[in-house]
């Protein structure tokens, strides 16, 4: 098992940023790929952005290119998201995953967080 544990939500106004953070406890997360996914009300949990073991590799959805930022530190056994120019759509429950590779589909994470919750009012 590996537990994860999201941060950093909260709410916003639009065009405000948030920094999310996902942080394993009790086990390494270096040599695991890890993303982040949301689920925004009535919709079903989409791919936002993933990161390498390396971190030197990152991928992100279309929706949130130029504004959206997945990092990992390894020291700290955290992954990062960096959230700017925030619109309401981005209202969502926000999740961390880890996996044996990126990918950009949920089956591609063993293991997942409890998620945080993302509010961007008009």
């Known amino acids: 098992q590996v537990p994860l544990a999201e941060s950093g939500g909260g709410l916003v106004q639009a065009g405000g940023s948030l920094r999310l953070s996902c942080a394993a406890s009790?086990?390494?997360?270096?040599?695991?790929?890890l993303a982040w996914f949301r689920r925004a009300p009535g919709k079903d949990r989409e791919f936002v952005a993933a990161?390498?073991?390396?971190?030197?590799?990152?991928q992100g959805a279309d929706a949130v290119k130029g504004r959206f930022t997945i990092s990992r530190d390894s020291a700290q056994n955290t992954v990062y998201l960096q959230l700017v120019s925030l619109q309401p759509e981005d209202t969502a429950i926000y999740y961390c995953?880890?996996?044996?590779?990126?990918?950009?589909?949920?089956?591609?994470?063993?293991?997942w967080g409890q998620g945080t919750q993302v509010t961007v009012s008009s």
């Open positions: 995953a880890a996996g044996p590779a990126m990918s950009t589909t949920q089956n591609g994470y063993n293991y």
């Open positions: 009790g086990r390494s997360i270096a040599t695991y790929a």
């Open positions: 990161v390498s073991q390396s971190g030197l590799i990152t």
